[in-house]
């Protein structure tokens, strides 16, 4: 019979990963800064559209 090798691997937080630890570069956007440029540009968009 085969002899089974058991690997164990280390503990990782059972599989989750934790984003808020891992910074990135760029610019730090809030949530409002986001919405708001998102309608600025749909009306941008609507006004281009409207116009000609």
Do not use: H, N, W
């Amino acid at each position: 019979m085969a002899k089974k090798d058991k690997k164990t691997l280390p503990p990782s937080g059972a599989g989750l990963v934790r984003y808020f630890e891992e910074e990135t570069r760029g610019p730090k956007l809030s949530p409002e800064q986001v919405v708001v440029m998102t309608v600025i540009l749909a009306i941008f968009c609507l006004a281009l559209r409207f116009s000609a």
